[in-house]
């Protein structure tokens, strides 16, 4: 633009004004030094336009200019925050265009320049209507295990199936895999988050982005990928963790990562101490039952560490659900409060209270507490994380702490003293439920409250959910082997991966034959899950470890009277393949598993 000398600089970012500020009196140092003026106002609406020539936007766009309708504006992304700040300006300068719409939408007149990527990059505010090609996609689940891989197998393949490129980016237990560079995310038309826990998407502000659950983008691949080039939007600072979409019965709608997300996200978390754990105190019981009692004996120090990693268990659980709603403001509050429900011996319960009440706290005080913006930089590092864990400690101990740790007592003393008939029934529903959405809600609620009664040591249940939850894959196995002239080769061939899922605790590998014939699988799943968790409840088979399948039998003492825990798995699955393998329909051509990940 030509004859600009007086520059208006507007600092706009709801997540980060701070950086917004920072970046914007970066900028205007540099506009002194090339011999502009400059004003910095937090709103634009009340500015003298008489006294403006052109107006810079610093983080999320304006919905309104009031009275500086029809000056040159131009936006700056706070992705852009590492770029040459000269550079940044001048080309701000000369994209700037004259508004007489709405900023955000461009639905009438002529959209605002906006840059996304690099000073050179070409300023537009309007995702491409071409017909996008490249993709890039991050698959994540709770316990970064199956879905995880499954999904990321799918999204590949479903790819390949459609024409499309593709760069997936797996955040399993092990850390993130084939991590996306600069260079796929920039030539990405589309990002596509396949995950059921919070994941971190500073990188992909400026792209269009689609959200879905990893069950969605395994069982409904097509149907994701046409979604995403319908209903991906273009992610803003503002909108980061606003809209989610999430596939449900065959439905997609949007909605706000809710109670369900963040209670994994803090599980996810949290699981790595239980399994860490619970193996090292199995491992101090190779010495001997009560070796660990002798001090300075090996078998002390390993339970010492076992126990070091089950006192952490609760304040990561606490912490991370706090995370998950309000980021790393809600962090703090949240450990404490996590540390405070393991002192009053409220448990896991005391826990998932606690990291819900600083998740939304620390989002509440974030969210209404306004203050100068010298001051904005002391919000996230001492006025939330200081207020915050204030109400939450004070809550804990004085209101929330001791009725929480009654019931949890209550719920402990139940557990310990039930009878055989009620711990028959509740290894049986525990089971039942690990079979009937494969690795979806259900499945992980029961597989959630199994986890968090490792506090209590009350270790029947988690024998009984991860038996029940072998027997989905383990049964399909064996029904591609007792009706094998049922099944097509490519079935078969899946039979064969579902079988070695199943033994690694994995059931999601009876999703390509849950996905394709429902009404016959999740029915035999059951019968042949609530099997096994009822005998594991006779056998009174106890496990130390959340995770492993029939390989943490090879840890002395991780489960108890394992030759009868076998045979309860063994009883179940059998059931489950036979019932399946008779009831399957007859198929001359059965429909390929070629395109369903195994």
């Known amino acids: ?270 699981l790595p101490m239980v399994v860490a754990g619970g193996l090292l105190i199995a491992l101090s019981f190779v010495f001997g039952i009560e070796a660990f009692k002798e001090p300075g004996t090996l078998a002390a120090a390993l339970k010492q560490v076992g126990d070091a990693a089950f006192l952490l268990m609760v304040p990561m659980l606490s912490g991370y659900i706090a995370y998950s709603i309000a980021d790393r403001p809600g962090l703090a509050p949240g450990l404490i409060g996590g540390v405070l429900a393991s002192q009053l011996q409220a448990g896991f319960l005391g826990g998932i209270v606690s990291g819900f009440l600083a998740g939304y706290v620390a989002l509440l005080i974030a969210k209404k507490l306004k203050m100068p913006a010298s001051l904005e930089a002391l919000k996230p590092i001492l006025i939330i994380p200081l207020l915050a864990s204030l109400i939450v400690g004070l809550a804990m101990i004085y209101v929330i702490g001791n009725p929480v740790a009654q019931i949890f007592e209550a719920m402990q003393n139940f557990l310990n003293n039930m009878g055989t008939t009620n711990a028959v029934l509740m290894g049986m529903v525990l089971a039942g439920m690990m079979c009937i959405d494969l690795g979806g809600p259900i499945n992980k609620a029961a597989y959630t409250f199994t986890v968090g009664l490792l506090t209590t040591q009350t270790y029947m249940p988690m024998a009984a959910t991860m038996a029940g939850g072998m027997v989905p894959a383990i049964g399909m196995g064996i029904a591609t082997l007792v009706a094998r002239n049922k099944f097509s080769q490519p079935e078969r061939d899946a039979g064969k991966a579902a079988f070695v899922l199943g033994l690694c605790f994995i059931s999601e590998g009876a999703i390509p034959f849950a996905a394709k014939d429902p009404i016959r699988v999740i029915p035999s799943c059951i019968v042949g899950g609530v099997l096994t968790g009822g005998l594991v409840a006779l056998f009174n088979n106890q496990l130390m470890a959340p995770h492993g399948g029939v390989f943490v039998l090879l840890i002395p003492n991780a489960i108890t009277q394992p030759m009868l825990y076998l045979l309860a798995i063994a009883a179940g699955s059998i059931v489950t393949g036979v019932v399946y393998a008779v009831v399957k329909k007859r198929q001359e051509a059965a429909p390929s598993l070629e395109t369903q990940p195994v």
């Open 1 to 270: 633009m030509q004859d600009i000398k007086h520059i208006l600089f507007i600092p706009h970012s709801s997540t980060q004004p701070i950086n917004a500020l920072i970046l914007t009196r970066k900028l205007a140092s540099v506009a002194t030094q090339l011999g502009y003026e400059h004003f910095i106002s937090e709103s634009a609406k009340t500015f003298d336009a008489s006294a403006v020539d052109a107006v810079i936007v610093v983080g999320e766009p304006l919905k309104s200019v009031g009275k500086l309708q029809g000056k040159p504006v131009a936006n700056i992304h706070l992705a852009n925050a590492q770029q040459d700040a000269q550079a940044l300006l001048t080309t701000a300068l000369s994209h700037a265009s004259v508004n007489e719409a709405d900023l955000e939408t461009g639905q009438a007149g002529e959209p605002a320049a906006s840059l996304s990527s690099s000073p050179s990059s070409s300023p537009s505010i309007n995702p491409s209507t071409s017909d996008p090609t490249r993709f890039v996609a991050i698959t994540a689940c709770p316990t970064g295990v199956a879905h995880t891989f499954m999904a990321a197998e799918a999204l590949e393949q479903g790819a390949a199936k459609l024409g499309y490129e593709i760069e997936v980016e797996t955040q399993g237990s092990v850390g993130a895999k084939n991590i996306l560079s600069d260079e796929d995310i920039e030539q990405a038309d589309i990002v596509i988050l396949a995950a059921d826990i919070e994941v971190n998407t500073d990188r992909f502000v400026g792209k269009r982005v689609y959200r879905c659950s990893t069950g969605f983008a395994l069982k409904q691949t097509d149907k994701a990928f046409a979604q995403a080039i319908t209903e991906a939007k273009v992610l803003t600072a503002a909108n980061q963790a606003a809209d989610v979409s999430s596939g449900a019965q065959g439905a997609e709608k949007k909605e706000k990562a809710g109670v369900y997300k963040h209670l994994l996200t803090g599980v996810s978390f949290m």
